[in-house]
Nanobody, 117 residues
């Protein structure tokens, strides 16, 4: 099982960024996938989750990102994306992708997102 995030970097406040998570070892369509973030000195927090496919897809978001972030899956490429719009300095953190298989979490190494002018 392997998860690898990409797409992080520096963006100005109000800007957009898309994170991607490439997954191998299991199908993103069959398990709960999620994005988490951890800022310096703070606990890791859940940002968004997605479970299911097509008409049976369920998503959920932290209140702090609702209406700004969108989680999605690309079944054909076995990837998970996080579209982040209207970014704020408070969104700066290391972002992690996670897959949960039969209750066991698998994490990627993370990608840094910095929102600053």
């Amino acid at each position: 099982v392997q998860l690898v995030e990409s797409g992080g970097g520096l963006v100005q406040p109000g800007g957009s960024m898309r994170l991607s998570c490439s997954v191998s070892g299991f199908s993103v369509s069959s398990v709960e996938m999620s994005w988490h973030r951890q800022a310096p000195g703070k606990d890791r927090e859940l940002v968004a989750t997605i479970l299911g496919t097509g008409a049976y897809t369920n998503t959920d978001y932290a209140d702090s990102v609702k209406g700004r972030f969108t989680i999605s899956t690309d079944i054909s490429r076995n990837m998970v994306h996080l579209q982040m719009d209207t970014l704020e300095p408070e969104d700066s953190a290391v972002y992690y992708c996670r897959g949960k298989i039969l209750g066991t979490p698998y994490w990627g190494p993370g990608t840094q997102v910095t929102v600053s002018s």
